[in-house]
């Protein structure tokens, strides 16, 4: 009985393991950090990218959030999924039109039915304005290309 409990026991971390490392695998991040340093919660309480700061931080199923304020990862920890970036936090634009997994600008935001987006802006191509013009069918085709690649 002992070996079967231990045995479900090791089967159960392996895949709590796997998952999240898949989970990071899917995610933009830089050494484990999500959304270059950036506090997901201003973008909703502020209504602007805020850089975080390092001394206040945690970590969510293997990815790490910076935040600006104490209050604001106390927000964060209530209701992580609530704040998390949309697309594993890769540009919804690019997430929509192609299923790609394309770099953000963290200053480029939309918050789209209560859910962080962000997207590109570099060299004279601000994927915004793209997604604005298309934006319900690019969040449908953005919403299945993302549970392509994580599932």
Known sequence: MKKQILILFVAFLSATTFAQNTRVSNFNLENKLAIQGYDPVAYFTQKKAVKGKSTIATTYEGVTYNFSTQANKEAFLKNPAGYEPQYGGWCA???????????????????????????????????????????????????????????
């Open 93 to 151: 634009y690019a997430m929509g039109a192609n299923g790609e997994k394309v770099e953000i600008n963290p200053e480029t935001f939309k918050i789209v039915d209560g859910k962080l987006n962000l997207y590109y802006n570099a060299f004279f191509n601000n994927t915004l304005k793209s997604w604005n013009k298309d934006e319900v069918n690019l969040k449908k085709k953005a919403d299945a290309n993302w549970k392509k690649i994580i599932n």
